[in-house]
């Protein structure tokens, strides 16, 4: 069972260029959260979805970063006129849609590394 | 989610156990406390959970204080591999967002 895929690993863009990243849940997994690790620093959420839904998108950039689920393909977060500032690791994770909330295991892909010259 | 407190890093020797501490004093009688990991260039990896009851796995133990406010990760042997940052977390009845601190930085040395 193939785990969570992203894609590209490494993306480069000039600033004013849009950034779009890839990721494949896990079989059978209907939930993507992704995450952003700005240099030096922790993890932060970004936004959580289900298939064609954005349950919560709290922390979400206001401007410039959308996310989508579509029913066929994969997760896609889409930067518009990057700037430096949003170079960073960008981590996809999917979940299962059933179970106990509690027991939730969020399964992690290796991540994209975005460069904005 | 509630706040946990974990120590900023903690080193062993290869082959000893580790004994990661979290401080969670606010959780609520909902929280599981879930553990992840986050090895060098790699996305964060999931370690072990539990709600009140002491929980073993292939990968560490998770000791939960009687009245579930701290929680210790073990790591029994403590191998190169094991380098990493390690993230105690609590979530509640949601599904949604991990929400994760600065974690220990564990450092094994040889």
């Known amino acids: 069972n193939a785990g969570v895929m992203q894609n590209p690993r490494h993306l480069v863009r000039r600033r004013g260029q849009e950034a779009r990243l890839r990721c494949s849940p896990m079989k059978g997994h209907s939930h993507v959260y992704w995450y952003r690790q700005l240099p030096e620093e922790g993890l932060k959420f970004m936004v959580y979805?289900?298939?064609?839904?954005?349950?919560?998108e709290s922390g979400m950039p206001k401007e410039r970063f959308s996310a989508e689920f579509p029913k066929e393909g994969p997760s896609i977060l889409r930067i518009q006129q990057v700037v430096r500032g949003d170079s960073a690791a960008y981590f996809c994770a999917s979940s299962q849609g059933y179970g106990s909330r509690g027991n939730n295991e969020q399964f992690f892909g290796p991540g994209t590394r975005l460069t904005v010259l | 989610d509630a706040k946990t407190t974990q120590p900023n890093s903690m080193e062993s020797n290869e082959e000893e156990p580790v004994h990661l501490p979290c401080n969670h004093s606010t959780i609520s009688g909902t929280d599981y406390i879930h553990w992840y990991r986050q090895l060098p260039s790699q996305g964060p990896e999931y370690v072990i959970h539990?709600?009140?009851s002491n929980v073993n796995n292939r990968m560490a133990s998770l000791a939960i204080a009687e009245d579930r406010k701290s929680s210790t990760l073990i790591l029994h042997r403590a191998t190169l591999r094991d380098a990493a940052v390690y993230y105690c977390?609590?979530?509640?009845?949601?599904?949604?967002?991990?929400?994760f601190g600065a974690g220990t930085q564990v450092v094994v040395t040889p």
């Open positions: 977390i609590l979530r509640d009845s949601s599904w949604g967002k991990l929400q």
């Open positions: 979805l289900q298939k064609e839904n954005i349950i919560d």
């Open positions: 539990g709600l009140t």
